[in-house]
């Protein structure tokens, strides 16, 4: 038994194949899923997703390169963690140094974690590409 801790099924194509994907990840052994929000958006659509498939569980956030616009749904993204038994933590959130170092995305992080919540998904990107020598 497998769980892919951290897909996107709220993205283009597979948010449009997610039968298709549940029967491939059985065939493969994968037997839940936790689909994770980006955004206010995505976290409503990561719920709705997660409350049709048995399988799949959501997370709800902001990730650290929309801090900057959503920086002030605290509030909005605790009632969606809220709004579902099958949310299992908060995230995508971190800090991603990738794209800049504003300083809302530390903010932001501080307000997710002082929400308390048992999970808090990380997204800590702190090379930089050409540094990584892939």
Not at 11 to 28: A, T
């Amino acid at each position: 038994m497998f769980i892919d801790s951290h897909c996107h099924l709220t993205y283009e194509p597979l948010v449009s194949n997610i039968s298709k994907i549940i029967e491939d990840c059985e065939k493969s052994s994968v037997t839940k899923l936790l689909t994770i929000g980006t955004n206010i958006q995505s976290s409503v659509k990561c719920i709705e997703i997660s409350k049709e498939y048995q399988n799949i569980y959501s997370s709800v956030g902001i990730h650290p390169v929309e801090a900057h616009i959503e920086s002030d749904k605290k509030d909005q993204v605790q009632k969606l963690y809220q709004s579902s038994d099958k949310n299992i933590g908060y995230g995508e959130t971190g800090l991603d140094f990738y794209y800049s170092s504003e300083g809302v995305k530390l903010i932001y992080l501080k307000l997710i974690l002082s929400l308390q919540s048992k999970t808090i998904l990380l997204s800590l990107f702190i090379l930089e590409m050409r540094k990584m020598k892939l």
